[in-house]
């Protein structure tokens, strides 16, 4: 049996839980023991509780309270950060109130900037938060409580899911407008551990790409051992979330060894190659659709003016989410403020947040999800599944006080928690979705495109609408080519996660371009870049803070370069 060390729990937990959260399960003191952790579910269950929160609360970065920016709420935020760099994100009302506008304007993306570092500082305080547990809790034997391998599993869940979000993130993909050298290519982030010491990470370069997946597939192998009879909510990482997870990386790695065979490693360093990692991406995301513990959003579920996309309890879609309470959140510094238009006391209901009329016109009339933007030719509010009481529904589309009337393409997709348009306090508290069903699904089609064919997707593509979006849809005389494909699986994914945050890694994955700047655009003018391929701000840049303290990152020979103003606007 292994020595029961006693550990200090970092202050950082303590400050992160609502303070309406804080129990006397211990006695005073900054310090406990393992034994005392496995003899209190709810002491664990507190300490696990710290991610969530870390990823959820305002100030979530200390960027607020150093700078006063407010869009500084922790995972929601980089969501909305990564889709202000893609096309289909429109600025219909004040640009000026737009926190998002340096990601959306390709500036101030390099490492001098905290736009640039805001991802960097956020995922791996995350990080910390997950290692924390595992350091303290452990390897597990016989003595181990149920409870602290469930716990200690939900730990490595997330880390790697931090760590699969940085790789893709900050992996470098060629594209026309940078130029990404040997030396940069198939770097990823340094991996920090709870072994990692402080001296470790001053000499800490990037993993390659074939070290972070190794080390990420020794995470949710551990997940999965220890989740494997856990009882799942959609409120932690349970073992379908580890069956997504699976899926997402071994979806980006036989992408990447498709489109560069030269950098497949050798199989006595890394047994892996394009085909079987795609065989595997398709075989994880069917395992986690076959628990047969969700399913996708039903028409009721996607419109439902006070649950839609703010609660994760009122549907069987989500696998995994975030929740929030009002006493982490302010009323500016918080997702709903930003992303619902229908919440008067946030910024969306001045910055009009909407979708590109460019994907909108290709929208079928009979697909539902057309309902998540205002139709520019039927503006009657009647029409609509809004949020609020009838007067206040009916300020939305014509005007009030308290905001602009509602413009055409005008998002009403995400509403405000229990469709409280007023009330701050209520309103803000909504979930944030890390994972749904309608995933797994899109990720099966593009794994099996790559492995059976072009029929084997197609099918799974038409039978994924059929069922549960249209059944006049018919994919079949639009994707003649696998290219084809590609591109109608595309525009029905970003139609199903307009706003969601995953879309990123599908674009940089399949070296999509953008497509702002055309005639009868709605993007704002300042706004409207075309790429021919991947945008280079897809490959984000180590921050200066980091390469300054950590000699291990040789700068610039091996961080991303600096993709700032690199595109041209459309004029």
């Known amino acids: 049996m292994k020595n029961i060390l006693i550990k200090t729990i970092a202050i950082l937990f303590v400050v992160l839980l609502p303070a309406s959260c804080v129990k006397e399960t211990f006695p005073k003191g900054s310090t406990v023991t393992k034994d005392q952790l496995e003899g209190s579910e709810q002491a664990l269950t507190y300490m696990l509780s710290g991610i969530p929160a870390a990823m959820m609360n305002s100030g979530a970065s200390g960027y607020y309270s150093s700078y006063g920016i407010h869009c500084d709420y922790g995972m929601a935020a980089i969501q909305l950060a990564t889709e202000s760099m893609l096309e289909d994100l429109a600025v219909l009302g004040e640009m000026n109130y737009y926190w998002f506008g340096s990601w959306m304007q390709n500036s101030s993306q390099g490492s001098d900037y905290i736009w640039c570092a805001y991802f960097w500082d956020l995922y791996y305080k995350w990080i910390k938060l997950a290692n924390e547990i595992i350091s303290i809790i452990g390897e597990v034997d016989e003595n181990t409580s149920e409870d602290a391998i469930k716990v200690l599993g939900q730990a490595y869940a997330y880390r790697a899911m931090f760590y699969i979000d940085l790789a893709r993130l900050y992996e470098p993909k060629t594209n026309k407008y940078t130029t990404i050298t040997s030396e940069m290519m198939g770097l990823t982030v340094p991996i920090v551990t709870e072994k990692t010491t402080e001296e470790d990470a001053k000499f800490n370069p990037r993993a390659t790409r074939e070290e972070m997946y190794k080390f990420i597939f020794s995470d949710l192998a551990k997940a999965e051992e220890y989740l494997a009879n856990a009882v799942e909510s959609y409120t932690t990482p349970g073992l379908t979330a580890v069956y997504g997870l ?33 065989a595997e991406a398709a075989k994880y995301a069917r395992m986690a659709i076959n628990r047969g513990m969700h399913s996708p959003l039903t028409q009721s579920q996607w419109e439902d003016p006070r649950n839609g996309f703010n609660d994760g309890s009122s549907n069987n879609s989500w696998i995994w989410g975030l929740t929030v309470s009002a006493e982490n959140l302010s009323n500016l510094v918080a997702s709903v403020a930003h992303r619902s238009c229908e919440a008067i006391y946030g910024y969306a209901v001045w910055t009009q947040l909407g979708v590109n009329q460019a994907l909108y016109s290709q929208i079928s009339d009979d697909d539902f999800r057309k309902h998540s933007w205002i139709d520019p030719d039927k503006m009657e509010y009647y029409n609509y599944q809004l949020a609020g009481s009838a007067e206040e529904q009916y300020g939305f589309m014509y005007g009030s006080m308290y905001n602009y009337p509602a413009v055409g393409y005008q998002s009403i997709k995400f509403r405000p928690a229990d469709g409280n348009v007023m009330d701050y306090t209520v309103g803000n508290c909504a979930d944030c979705c890390l994972m749904r069903i309608e995933e797994m699904y899109f990720i099966e089609m593009e794994a099996k495109l790559a492995t059976e064919g072009l029929a084997s997707a197609q099918n799974l593509l038409n039978d994924f609408m059929q069922s549960y979006r249209y059944t006049s849809y018919d994919c079949y005389l639009k994707t003649l080519s696998k290219e084809a494909f590609i591109k ?45 391929g991947r945008s280079p701000q897809w490959n984000i840049v180590v921050t200066r803070g980091e390469y300054q303290s950590n000699k291990g990152i040789q700068h610039p020979e091996k961080n991303n370069p600096d993709p700032t103003e690199k595109l041209t606007l459309w004029e």
């Open 246 to 278: 699976y899926a997402r990386a071994y979806l980006e790695l036989g992408a990447t060894y498709a489109e560069y065979p030269d950098q497949v490693p050798d199989p006595a360093v890394y047994d892996m190659t394009s085909e079987r990692a795609y």
């Open 488 to 532: 109608e699986m595309m525009l029905q994914k970003r139609i199903e996660f307009w706003g969601e945050g995953i879309l990123i890694y599908d674009y940089k994955r399949l070296d999509q371009g953008i497509t702002r700047g055309y005639e009868g655009t709605n993007i704002p003018s300042i706004a409207r870049y075309n790429s021919e």
